[in-house]
């Protein structure tokens, strides 16, 4: 028990402990008191000077405990760090246990003044049913001001060992995370980031864990993790979620050995899933359910001539049908002959009775798993269901597949809304085994532009623009004007103009989701200064007013969900008594691989200006290795985008 005793309080010291420095809790240094910016990154507005964590496994009164004490010291510079002074430490529980935080203890030290976090200051709130949050915000806090927090949470759920995120919005000098692992329990291990460890180590205590009963000990694996100058994680345009490539180290019980010998795996195998999913109330026990639709769908589908015919047939009086009620239950509460007659259900309602719908009618329909794009990449290596939060149906007919999506009005046959297009879902028909598919958008989406002007003796420019939006253009566009009259939408565009009146607008297809929108503005621009030179930029709001990609360097990838094709056609008619004194210049260029091409020509007479622009993007994604080559091309577009055409009066 003595040695059990040493070897604890061994643990604990080394929390922290790095490059022979002791950090005691309570003792900042000099140095660190008095510090006034973080020199590799003088724009922080506060910096963690160091934290850690460590993970032990202990023998409560019932059941095991996973035990973790975490400490952090942050240097606050200014004002704009005193939110990261607030601190919330989120507890879960289900019906039978709860997790518990004690031990907290907290400093705010202000040169060599101490202000103590005092009990009064610490608040407990319920959440939900299942999640409570302890949130307390540090004393005395002012400009300079270095701070400290430690406490230890103790959870009775294994499942997810506590994992650690050594990348954060401020910059760290030292993240860390120990733990010392019985070796009854089992985890799979995963590091996702782009920044390197500083330290990678693992290794085997001796007869380390015991439970009283059993007349055996169990050695452990002792893990150390560790970075050291890690940088912000800055988000940028086109990504999915941070979570894909914050540094971090995650946590999954894979099985349990108990000391008599027995065993229980957590982590499964696709075909467990596919046979467990099968006999799944929620999911399997739905699919059992075509026959409902059996007097459901209208007559006149099944009189259709060919499959396609039916499945687009069949997927509009389902989409027509529910309401989506912004509810993403996939697992459970699903019951589609309740969500039928209500006309309203979550993703698995709508989606699972579509399916059944399209099987019912003959078509060969699977179910696909997904994860949206906030919700993260599934991982490949094993099954994790918790990893989905979607469900989309899976036609095929001939040689072709479509992937359908009902819950969205305004989504035509065979698009996935952009939220869903997350690179590759999971194909499941509960009769053969599941696969897995890569998903992407089969349409390139565009923007074209035709704009058709005359500049008036009087200085009046008159004429008419025509817009016309494809795919998820168009599907974007609906969306804003799906609630709007004609004279929001036109007040909305004169908005974004000085001195430009529409005289007439007119839109089709606005309701027609399976044909391109098209929108047509007459107008009048008006010669409000009576001067003699005119600055007019001929996009009319269809350009890149600056480039989206601002980081010298990305380590992780552009993701533009779609490729994409923007192109703008303009003619300019000018009378004798003007010219066109400067416009930009002709240019083409092209990413390498084929990555996109951004082709502008123009063409200016006595009496006439012409300008054709296009811009492509010919692939959804872009690894950093490509990164500044797409940075300069935007920046290309940006600079020749900006240039407006300057005309003057003779």
């Not at 990348?167 to 782009?194: C, E, W």
Request: charged share 25%.
């Amino acid at each position: 028990m003595k040695k059990k005793i040493v070897l604890l309080i061994l643990i604990i010291n080394s929390l922290f402990t790095y490059s022979q420095k002791k950090y005691t809790f309570g003792i900042p240094s000099t140095e660190e008191l008095v510090l006034k910016t973080y020199k590799l990154d003088t724009t922080a507005n506060a910096v963690v000077l160091f934290e850690a964590a460590n993970t032990t496994f202990t023998v409560g009164t019932y059941n095991i405990i996973v035990s973790t004490t975490f400490y952090k010291k942050i240097k606050i510079f200014n004002k704009d760090g005193f939110k990261y002074a607030t601190f919330s430490i989120p507890l879960y529980n289900d019906k039978n246990d709860k997790e518990y935080v004690k031990d907290i203890k907290a400093i705010t030290h202000n040169n060599f003044n101490k202000t103590f976090l005092t009990k009064s200051q610490i608040f407990e709130k319920r959440v939900n049913d299942r999640w409570r949050e302890v949130k307390f915000t540090m004393p005395n806090l002012k400009e300079g001001s270095v701070i400290e927090v430690i406490y230890t949470i103790n959870t009775p759920f294994k499942y997810n060992l506590t994992g650690w995120e050594f990348q954060s919005d401020i910059p760290k000098k030292h993240s860390q995370f120990t733990a010392l692992i019985p070796m009854n329990y089992v985890y799979n291990r995963s590091l996702t980031g782009y920044l390197k460890l500083s330290i990678n180590d693992a290794r085997i205590i001796k007869k380390c864990f015991s439970v009283p009963g059993y007349g055996t000990s169990s050695d452990c694996e002792k893990l150390t993790y560790a970075m050291e100058n890690i940088p912000v994680f800055e988000e940028e345009e086109y990504m999915t979620t941070k979570e894909n490539f914050l540094s971090k180290i995650k946590f999954e019980l894979s099985k349990t050995i108990w000391f008599d010998g027995t065993k229980k795996k957590y982590t499964s195998t696709w075909k467990a899933v596919d046979r467990e999913f099968k006999n799944d109330k929620n999911i399997g026990g739905q699919f059992k359910k075509a026959s409902f639709f059996k007097n459901k769908i209208p007559k006149e589908i099944s009189l259709l001539s060919s499959d396609l015919e039916k499945a687009k047939a069949i997927y509009v009086f389902i989409q027509k049908h529910y309401s989506w009620n912004q509810k993403y239950n996939i697992f459970k509460n699903v019951n589609i002959k309740k969500a039928y007659e209500n006309k309203v259900g979550n993703i698995g309602d709508i989606n699972i009775s579509l399916i059944n719908a399209l099987k019912f009618a003959g078509i060969k329909t699977e179910l696909v798993l997904l994860s949206t794009r906030s919700n993260g990449f599934p991982t490949k290596l094993h099954p994790v269901i918790s990893d989905f939060n979607y469900i989309i149906a899976k036609v095929n007919i001939g040689d072709s597949y479509y992937f359908l999506d009902a819950t969205n009005k305004l989504l035509p046959f065979g698009m996935l809304q952009f939220k869903c297009l997350n690179h590759f879902g999971r194909v499941m028909d509960f009769k053969n085994e599941s696969y897995w598919i890569d998903i992407v958008s089969t349409k390139d989406s565009k923007t074209k532009l035709y704009v058709g002007l005359t500049l008036n003796e009087d200085g009046t420019i008159t004429g008419k623009l025509r817009k016309v939006t494809f795919w998820h253009d168009a599907l974007n566009r609906r969306k804003v004007i799906e609630n709007l009259s004609e004279d929001e939408i036109i007040s909305d565009f004169e908005d974004n103009y000085d001195n430009l009146e529409v005289l007439n607008y007119n839109i089709e297809n606005k309701v027609t989701i399976n044909k391109p929108l098209i929108e047509t503005y007459e107008i009048l621009i008006e010669d409000f200064d009576n001067s003699k030179t005119y600055f007019l930029n001929p996009y009319f709001g269809e350009r890149f007013t600056k480039n989206p990609f601002s980081q010298k360097d990305r380590l992780y990838p552009v993701d533009f969900g779609y490729t994409r094709t923007y192109s703008a056609n303009v003619i300019l008619n000018i009378p004798e008594n003007y010219t066109i004194h400067t416009f930009p210049k002709s240019k083409s260029v092209k990413l390498p691989e084929n990555g996109g091409s951004f082709m502008f020509l123009v063409k200016s007479t006595s009496n006439s200006f012409i300008l054709n622009s296009k811009i492509k993007i010919s692939k959804p994604t872009f690894y950093n290795f490509e990164y500044k080559p797409l940075k300069d091309f935007f920046n290309i577009i940006v600079n020749t985008q900006k240039i407006p055409l300057e005309i003057k009066k003779l």
